[in-house]
């Protein structure tokens, strides 16, 4: 439902995930920017990040996990930021904690609209400059838990990243 509509979501799936299947085939309903990709077996989180690294074409890379869900104007606000300035190599918002309906029932403790509190990001839902990404190395394999900070560190070192409330 983004307003932003010139996207490709790759989405990545166990082969033997006949559930998943299930839920995803109806939803995207042939919808041509989305593809799914059959895993045989679970990958880390950074290795299924360099996967996508090594394959991707596009300028940028957002990471959703099944959980996440982006307000309808996300991609373009992120895209849009990033845009101004090459040198933006991650681009992230805070976050809400939302009932199944989506409805907001917390804010999160990244900096948000009411505050300027700056946390590095979580690695879902963080734009990312591919090629920024590229001239790091990528992901970070031997790390076995959340990959935003790692990510954010060395970025950050090199190029600019930046917070921004309104996603």
């Not at 085939?25 to 996508?52: C, H, W, Y």
């Not at 309808?72 to 199944?100: H, P, R, T, V």
């Not at 946390?119 to 935003?148: F, K, M, V």
Request: charged share 25%; net charge negative.
């Amino acid at each position: 439902k983004q307003k932003y509509d010139n996207y490709f979501c790759l989405i990545f799936i166990l082969k033997n995930d006949n559930q998943s299947k299930e839920i995803i085939l109806p939803a995207i309903n042939g919808d041509p920017r989305f593809s799914i990709k059959e895993l045989d077996q679970k990958p880390s989180m950074q290795t299924l990040g360099n996967i996508v690294l090594n394959n991707c074409t596009t300028e940028y890379i957002l990471r959703l996990d099944a959980d996440d869900r982006l307000d309808d104007y996300g991609l373009e606000i992120l895209i849009n930021s990033a845009d101004k300035d090459n040198m933006i190599a991650m681009l992230w918002g805070c976050f809400y904690y939302c009932s199944l309906d989506g409805e907001i029932y917390d804010i999160s403790p990244y900096k948000t609209i009411l505050s300027d509190r700056k946390t590095p990001p979580h690695g879902a839902c963080t734009l990312l400059r591919t090629s920024a990404l590229r001239s790091i190395s990528g992901y970070d394999e031997t790390i076995q838990s959340q990959d935003g900070f790692d990510i954010w560190q060395r970025l950050k070192s090199i190029y600019k990243v930046q917070s921004i409330p309104q996603v």
